[in-house]
């Protein structure tokens, strides 16, 4: 899945659902393989026929997100009653996307430099987190800034680099390739 490989992807998923039908991280995996397939209705179907959809609430609120059914995003319990950092980085991407730019910069710069959102915690976000944001929101040097970061300290997270949807948008920029290059992930 993370070299691109979403049919070999696909069909080992399947053939893992045949050994272990009720393993949600299976369906999960499936779901995300989905997603970065950019065949986000069938990530949809996925989440939503687990027989808990909770598990799989990431993959769903970004398929949702990158279809733009902002609502959607805003209705999935994790996001609109965000309590974990993820939560937090969905709702403020689907709030600049949907319109509500100052309300949805406010949640993002609030973890980018690591601040409460609520009561009294502290969330720390793996710095290519932040990059996936950033590049959602269109905010390429901030992405690329928090991408160094990542490399500089071998944040695990980059493994999606090479196939996430959410930095499509930095694909076309020249340093995005060397980036790869780097991080060992370029053909």
């Known amino acids: ?73 805003l209705n999935v319990p994790e996001v609109a009653n965000a309590s974990d950092v993820n939560g937090f980085l969905v709702k403020a991407v689907t709030l600049v996307q949907s319109g509500d730019r100052d309300a949805g910069l406010k949640i993002l710069q609030k973890l980018d430099r690591n601040q409460p959102i609520s009561g009294n915690d502290h969330y720390y976000l793996p710095p290519a987190f932040l990059a996936w944001g950033y590049a959602m929101i269109g905010e390429k040097e901030a992405a690329f800034a928090w991408l160094e970061k990542a490399y500089q300290q071998h944040d695990p997270t980059l493994a999606n680099l090479r196939v996430d949807p959410g930095f499509d948008s930095l694909r076309s920029d020249p340093r995005y390739p060397e980036l790869l290059k780097k991080v060992g992930l370029s053909d």
């Open 1 to 73: 899945m993370l070299l691109g490989e979403f049919a070999a992807a696909d069909s080992e998923f399947r053939q893992a659902q045949v050994l272990d039908p009720l393993s949600p991280m299976i369906s999960e995996g499936l779901a995300e393989n989905f997603n970065d397939a950019r065949r986000y209705d069938d990530t949809i179907t996925t989440v939503l026929g687990m027989p808990n959809p909770k598990v799989g609430w990431v993959a769903l609120a970004y398929a949702y997100l990158f279809k733009g059914m902002y609502q959607q995003v």
